[in-house]
């Protein structure tokens, strides 16, 4: 399919283990999204690609979190040393826009994240 | 204060009922998303406006620009229509997201 692609759709894991939640993006969208969907919470932001770049990182929750984007493409979300609150669906998403403007963005499938 | 709020935050409908969901933001902006978000499934964008109104299918979005305010409506409202309806404020290049309105059409 042409979409964005997340993999795992659903990672268990245990509370300070770290975890890479991956995002491959529609191709050739140069702009690329990372969210958070906690349970029983609104969707939030996290960090903002543009092409390799992170321009926007100011939603990231605390220095445990750490994204990285190779080739203007895959993106890697990094958590380490899980917390119980961590747990949420992370959700990326993808758009055309070269200035991260006014461009449709489209959504994964997200990835379920539960720490135990 | 929430800078995207959204009422109302639960609504249940019959089928054929006309359905209004309002969403009002406090930053400035250049566009508008509003999103669809079925249980268990991915986001799905429905519209980005910037000004006036856009159509598709049963679906109709507005946005008043001066008063910072927009609607999705929907007509002849389905079953299949349930989900959670979310509105994103884009002051680029990130969305401030509502929390939502769960959205039940029943038969």
């Known amino acids: 399919g042409a979409g964005v692609s997340q993999s795992p759709s659903n990672k268990v894991t245990e509370k300070g283990k770290d975890v890479e939640l991956r995002c491959d993006p529609i191709s050739g969208h140069t702009a690329l999204y990372w969210y958070r969907q906690s349970l029983g919470q609104g969707l939030e932001f996290l960090i903002y690609?543009?092409?390799?770049?992170?321009?926007?990182k100011s939603g990231l929750p605390s220095d445990r979190f750490s994204a990285e984007r190779t080739g203007g493409s895959v993106s890697t979300l990094t958590i380490q040393r899980t917390q119980q609150e961590d747990s949420a669906v992370y959700l990326c998403?993808?758009?055309?826009?070269?200035?991260?403007?006014?461009?449709?963005?489209?959504f994964g499938p997200g990835t379920r994240l539960l720490v135990l | 204060k929430n800078e995207v709020e959204q009422s109302p935050q639960n609504l249940t409908a019959q089928e054929g009922e006309f359905i209004t969901i309002n969403c009002s933001y406090s930053v400035g902006i250049s566009a508008l998303h509003w999103l669809q978000q079925h249980p268990g499934g991915g986001i799905v964008s429905l519209f980005m406006l910037s000004s006036g109104k856009k159509k598709h299918g049963r679906l109709i979005a507005t946005i008043n620009i001066q008063e910072k305010h927009s609607s999705l409506h929907i007509t002849a409202s389905h079953p299949r229509d349930s989900a959670v309806y979310i509105c994103?404020?884009?002051?680029?290049?990130?969305?401030?997201f509502g929390t939502g309105t769960r959205l039940q059409v029943f038969p």
């Open positions: 994103a404020a884009l002051p680029p290049p990130k969305l401030i």
């Open positions: 998403a993808s758009s055309s826009s070269l200035t991260g403007g006014l461009k449709t963005q489209y």
């Open positions: 690609f543009q092409g390799n770049s992170a321009p926007d």
